[in-house]
């Protein structure tokens, strides 16, 4: 087991006071706070090793270049693909998916085909997919979710059809902390000749991820969410469709040849990256990631999963406290959402914020989901593994004043 | 206890205008209407009022919902817009969007506001500033845009 206290000494953001009070950060699923290593390492490449990558030819590019390519390794083996050339760096998840969209989607959906995703989707995974269907002239369907807000596997079956060319959805989800059983829809989609692409956004930071495993044809994923710097993100592809797809997007750093009239494209992963690339915002994912390999992806789970265990039922236990989605701990990954009698979320986050508590509320850039919660909006507690059962404590006593200060308004 | 800080933004005259919120309806042969969203939380203001032919307002009201500081100065808005010229409105919606972006005004200018004087408050919690002043853009919206067909 890892020394928790000493883990919790690597982020420094942890120290500071919050209007007064020790700072509870349970906003983890909007963006996860760096460890030392990851600001050091970021640092140490402005300091003494920028240089552009892929085109210069005195040593500093060379080693810049270098540091780059063995960041797409790192991340390859993170996530078990195959090859590092199926590893392509993005903005986030966002830019991931809109890749996705763009291209594959551009070259294989046709008029009538069905593209298929669930209701669980953060915007990110759900708008794209809408648009191209519009573009398109194809269907968009939903995969239904269980009263306890898991992926409804029967439905699936349903939706899931011949005409079906692409299923997109999440590996846990953001407002319910769901995890979506990734390997069935895989075999689904696979068994009516679609693809599936999965919105791991919320999954890297809180389990091991093997995308063979999961037989994910597309898996994106942000670097923010991982204790990696904000701006960087990964797009895996399966080898094969990422050859088959056309460019993202045109410039330098992507070519193998130009033509006045017409070009080549490089090799994958490099015909993706237009461009200069983040390069210090990979070599910093680079980092986040042996950070999270050092203190192990298993270990990271079972705290994830020990917090929320000794989380859940105390919320539970205060009464106008309504949590949206499952009353088993196991089933909220990282992520719990509730709301406290008929007070609007953004009065109670404030409140908690007066006592250092920083939740998110709203409704999570999902709002399909939160409307068919039946509800507008939500407060998100989000945890990682450097919280702590203090942060847990903080967070039900505040919840606790909260009810006492707005009594006149509770119903 | 720093929920006491807390006191500082839900004041008194808050509560009860979110509580019991004035003009809380939709105004009937309304002229001018606008509907805003706050996007980030998914909170909707209802904005609808009737302009007599001296384009003065002779009825104000608002549906929608929202947390307490947006239903409180929706509530606030619409006590203090009442007869007034669309003139009038606009430069007291103008003194009220100028507090939220720092611009000071004297204190017989901050009294036009009425009750939604405390609300200027608002400064010392920016994550709230947006909840304070969506009625107050739906107003200018309804009375600028020629918003009649808005809804
Ligand atoms: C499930 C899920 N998908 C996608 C995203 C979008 O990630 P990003 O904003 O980093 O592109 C998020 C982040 O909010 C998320 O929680």
């Known amino acids: 087991m890892p020394n928790w206290e000493l883990v919790r000494q690597d982020f420094s953001e942890l120290r500071q006071t919050m209007n007064g009070e020790r700072l509870a950060y349970l906003d983890n699923a909007a963006t996860s706070l760096k460890p030392k290593s990851v600001i050091e390492r970021l640092l140490s490449f402005y300091q003494q090793e920028n240089a552009n990558v892929h085109r210069g030819t005195y040593q500093l590019s060379f080693k810049a270049t270098e540091e780059y390519e063995d960041a797409r390794k790192v991340i390859q083996h993170f996530i078990n693909a195959a090859a590092a050339r199926e590893i392509i760096f993005t ?166 040849d130009v033509q006045l009239d017409n070009s080549k494209w490089d090799q994958i992963p490099h015909k993706f990256e237009a461009g200069t690339p983040n390069i210090a915002g990979a070599i910093g994912l680079a980092t986040a990631v042996k950070y999270l390999e050092q203190v192990g992806m298993a270990q990271v789970k079972a705290r994830d999963a020990e917090l929320m265990a000794y989380l859940l039922p105390k919320l539970m236990a205060i009464p106008g406290v309504k949590i949206y989605g499952s009353q088993n701990p196991q089933q909220h990954v990282g992520v719990v959402s509730f709301n406290l009698g008929t007070l609007h979320p953004h009065d109670v986050a404030t409140a908690l914020d007066m006592e250092g508590v920083a939740v998110r509320a709203g409704h999570h850039c999902a709002e399909p989901l939160v409307h068919s919660l039946g509800t507008n909006s939500t407060v998100r507690a989000s945890l990682a593994f450097y919280n702590y059962q203090a942060d847990c404590d903080q967070l039900i006593n505040a919840i606790k004043e909260t009810k006492e200060f707005f009594k006149g308004e509770l119903r | ?126 994550a709230r500033i947006k909840c304070a002043t969506l009625a107050w853009w739906a107003l200018k919206e309804a009375l600028l845009k020629n918003a009649k067909g808005d809804k």
């Open chain 1, 91 to 256: 903005r986030g998840t966002t830019e991931g998916i809109n890749l996705i969209a763009s291209t594959y989607g551009e070259q294989n959906i046709e008029p009538g085909d069905e593209i298929v995703i669930s209701l669980a989707e953060h915007h990110s995974n759900l708008i794209p997919w809408q648009q191209l269907a519009l573009r398109k002239k194809a269907t968009l369907k939903y995969i239904n979710l269980t009263s306890t807000g898991e992926i409804d596997l029967a439905d699936a079956k349903q939706k899931i059809t011949a005409k079906t060319k692409i299923v997109a959805v999440t590996h846990v989800g953001n407002v319910l902390g769901n995890v979506s059983p990734i390997r069935k829809l895989a075999e689904l989609a696979h068994q009516n000749g679609a693809i599936i692409v999965v919105d791991g956004a919320q999954a890297v930071c809180h389990l091991p991820v093997d995308v063979q495993e999961l037989a994910a044809d597309f898996y994106a994923f942000s670097g923010h969410k991982m204790l990696g710097p904000t701006g960087i993100g990964v797009l895996y592809g399966k080898q094969k469709l990422l050859e088959q797809m056309p460019p993202y997007q045109f410039g330098g750093e992507m070519i193998e």
């Open chain 2, 1 to 126: 206890m720093s929920l006491d800080k807390l006191n500082q933004l839900y004041r008194a005259v808050i509560l009860e205008h979110a509580a019991n919120p004035h003009h809380h309806y939709a105004v009937p042969n309304a002229t001018n209407k606008k509907t805003l969203h706050n996007t980030t939380c998914g909170d909707t203001i209802n904005l609808s009022l009737h302009l007599d032919a001296d384009n003065k307002i002779t009825d104000i009201g608002f549906t929608g919902q929202g947390c307490t500081i947006s239903q409180a100065s929706a509530s606030m808005l619409t006590d203090v817009m009442m007869d007034k010229t669309t003139e009038e409105a606009l430069a007291i919606a103008k003194i009220f969007s100028d507090e939220a972006i720092g611009e000071k005004h004297s204190r017989d200018e901050l009294k036009k506001l009425g009750d939604a004087q405390v609300l200027t408050q608002i400064m010392e919690f920016p």
